[in-house]
């Protein structure tokens, strides 16, 4: 079966390389045609562990290729994928509908033969019907089926979350759609993959449901945090001790700067939006959105208040997207924290591994270094905002040592405080007291 993606970014661009790995032929539609010649040269452009040498072998067994014309592509593929971005409407909570609606209307002037037209973007209730309706009105004639079909991946693991996921959920409204997708996703649901069948709208609202109620953990596990440096309470003790029950578990317990990235904040807003245009309330999803902006606005006071003011100090920042192993940057805590820093008179300095050339022309006035050292030099602090893992093993005496003032602010936790303790780093973590040196 042919199988056609619209939308080659961190979720199109992986389903493509996963469904071609399948066996499946498939081509990738982007409608930049630079982000295609790219991909055409072999040039990946996004960071994603894994994804490289999936495109680099399918390409070769000639399964998966790239195009910037929808139209052929998307004449005579069994399953149309649509991966476009729904960011936030300008200055509003509900999702932007505009790339899902563009995307569908031309694949609904391309439809011929019978295809199963799947939104994989993240859309709120009601869309599936939305676009059917939109389809039939360009092409009456023509002879298709919706399915929604939410995609859970991770950033970071993106290529790891598809091939191995949890559990894949399947809206749709008619049995020869239940058929063209179990096919799609047969080699998972032979490896015992979940396959849950629903109606569209319940599709819909379970990929909110599931974001909302992680970013909720996270939220929580922050306010915790908070709490336990008011009452000299270890978090990392608490969510171990919450976590071990089996009612809770451990996952999304670890206390942060604040969630980012491109699915939890806006998911999160979007869904307040759909519950009030269908009176139903969200007050704990409002509250946990509400949270989170306040501790990414909070972490500049934290810093002043571990440097003693900011005026006149150099900061280095360690860390630019919103988590580990990725280069995405949307809503990431560094893009509230470093002009909050700015504008109370701080200078900075960054590295990321990954994410200098993408920050670079967003973040104005930072000087950008080519490692942790670098950054740190003649630094009165050093803040930790991503927890990529070669900030682990870094050589903390080294790092001290080229610093004004040795104080470091660890927005994610990622060292032991009692190995920070035999440095001659103040260390300022979450939830935790903090730590002057050993004599
Ligand atoms: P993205 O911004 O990385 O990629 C979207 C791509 O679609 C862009 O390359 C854009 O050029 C292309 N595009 C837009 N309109 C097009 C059109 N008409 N024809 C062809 N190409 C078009 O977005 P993303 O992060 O991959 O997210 C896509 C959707 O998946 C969103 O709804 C998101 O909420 C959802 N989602 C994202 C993640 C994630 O971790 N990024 C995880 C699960 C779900």
């Not at 449901?209 to 970013?215: M, R, S, T």
């Not at 009612?247 to 491109?262: C, D, E, K, N």
Request: charged residues 25%.
């Amino acid at each position: 079966m042919r199988v056609a993606v619209v939308g080659a970014g961190y979720v199109g661009l992986v389903t493509a390389a996963c469904l071609s790995e399948f066996g499946f032929e498939v081509i990738c539609i982007d409608k930049e045609a630079d982000k295609v010649e790219r991909l055409r040269q072999g040039e990946i452009p996004i960071h994603e562990p894994g994804l490289d040498g999936l495109v680099f072998a399918n390409r070769r067994a000639g399964r998966l290729d790239f195009s910037d014309d929808l139209a052929s592509a998307v004449r005579g593929a069994g399953v149309v994928f649509i991966a476009v971005g729904t960011p936030s409407r300008r200055g509003e909570d509900a999702a932007d509908l505009a790339f899902v609606r563009a995307a569908a209307e031309q694949i609904g002037r391309a439809l011929d033969g019978f295809t199963v037209v799947v939104t994989k973007s993240t859309v709120p209730v009601g869309t599936a019907r939305i676009l059917e309706q939109l389809i039939r009105n360009v092409r009456p004639d023509a002879d298709f089926a919706m399915a929604s079909n939410p995609e859970f991946l991770r950033e970071g693991s993106a290529v790891e979350d598809f091939l191995r996921p949890d559990r894949i959920v399947v809206g749709l409204s008619s049995e020869i759609a239940r058929e063209r997708m179990s096919e799609v996703y047969r080699p998972l649901m032979l490896r015992g993959v979940p396959l849950l069948f629903t109606n569209f709208e319940t599709a819909e609202l379970i990929k909110y449901a599931a974001n909302a109620y992680l970013a909720t953990r996270i939220g929580f596990i922050n306010e915790m945090a908070d709490l336990c440096e008011a009452v000299g309470a270890d978090v990392g003790a608490v969510t171990r001790g919450m976590g071990l029950d089996r009612r809770i578990g451990l996952h999304y317990l670890q206390p942060g700067p604040g969630f980012g990235g491109s699915c939890f904040p806006k998911d999160t807003r979007a869904l307040t939006s759909i519950a009030k245009q269908a009176g139903a309330r969200s007050r704990i999803v409002e509250a946990v959105i509400e949270a989170n902006a306040a501790r990414k606005e909070s972490l500049a006071e934290r810093i002043a208040a571990a440097v003693g003011g900011l005026r006149g100090k150099r900061v280095a920042v360690l860390g630019l997207s919103f988590k580990a192993e990725t280069d995405d940057l949307r809503e990431a805590a560094s893009f509230v924290v470093i002009p909050a820093l700015q504008k109370e008179g701080a200078t900075i300095t960054a590295y990321d591994p990954v994410a200098i050339a993408a920050a670079r022309p967003l973040l104005p006035d930072v000087t950008w270094c080519g490692d942790a050292y670098e950054t740190a030099k003649d630094a009165d602090a050093i803040v930790v905002l991503t927890e990529w893992n070669e900030f682990r093993g870094l050589d903390l005496r080294r790092l001290a040592a080229q610093m004004r003032k040795p104080v470091l602010i660890d927005f994610r936790n990622i060292y032991s405080a009692g190995d920070v303790a035999k440095t001659p780093f103040v260390y300022h973590s979450l939830g935790r007291t903090t730590v002057e040196p050993q004599a």
